[in-house]
């Protein structure tokens, strides 16, 4: 399974539920008998804030606490893109019960891009209320549906992640209108659950969840372990 976290517009927090959601995929809980899953991490933006964060995590937590590995790519090329992806599609097939979770700058336009979205199983799109979000998100659909209309391999579905969302914002014109931007989404791919807004979420690492981090991404989480067949 590969799932690519991405959205045109930067800091809706793919980066953090993308991480959030490998730790989830890969704790281990012996009382409950419940194993990690494989995971393979990897971080196609040029930031490398989740690889930077790996090595700070491996230096205050060690080796051992590193359940999964994070890769930094850097394709320049359509052509180094696809033999990338290929060759993941490959350990897939070498490895079904493994899942690749991809990080992947916010800069759609990009063409070494577009072999990721093409290859993938799910596209995952985190985005939150705000005007300048939402049509980004929009052009972001747009730019999928396009490529599904160029490669008829193309499968991969998508997935909404209505991310950071403030409580606190209840007035009834408000809520009509977070209702009807879900409904749209749902008329492209599928909407999780909620993420709120919790200052919890962004002290992440890359090597566990929190009690609290477990407790605020529960639902959601729960709703992509359904999908994708990964309960645990």
């Given amino acids: 399974m590969i799932l690519t976290y991405s ?7 793919k980066s953090t539920l993308a991480t959030l959601y490998a730790n989830h995929l890969a704790a281990e809980d012996e009382a409950k008998g419940i194993e990690g899953k494989p ?10 804030s989740i690889t930077a964060q790996r090595k700070t995590d491996i230096e205050n937590w060690g080796e051992d606490a590193a359940r999964y590995d ?17 060759g993941l599609r490959q350990l897939i097939e070498r490895y079904p019960e493994m899942t690749i979770i991809i990080d992947v ?14 290859y993938s199983d799910y596209i995952i799109c985190p ?14 659909i ?18 909404f992640i209505p991310n950071r969302v403030d409580k606190r914002i ?10 009807q931007c879900d409904a749209l989404f749902e008329t492209k791919g599928l909407v999780t659950p909620k993420v709120y807004n919790r200052a919890d979420l962004t002290r992440f690492t890359t090597v566990f969840n929190t009690p609290k981090q477990e407790a605020e991404t529960e639902k959601c989480f729960a709703f992509l372990d359904n999908l994708l067949n990964l309960n645990k």
């Fill in 7 to 13: 959205n045109q517009k930067g800091g809706v927090g």
């Fill in 39 to 48: 995971v393979v991490f990897i971080e196609a933006d040029l930031q490398q």
């Fill in 105 to 118: 700058p916010g800069n759609i336009t990009d063409d070494y891009l577009a072999p990721i979205f093409v």
């Fill in 70 to 86: 994070v890769k930094f790519i850097s394709p320049k090329t359509f052509e180094e893109s696809e033999e990338i992806m290929r």
């Fill in 127 to 140: 985005y939150s209320y705000q005007d300048i979000v939402l049509h980004s998100t929009s052009t972001f």
């Fill in 142 to 159: 747009r730019v999928i549906e396009r490529l599904r209309q160029i490669y008829s391999t193309m499968k991969a579905e998508l997935v």
């Fill in 170 to 179: 209840g007035l009834e014109g408000e809520k009509r209108k977070f209702m």
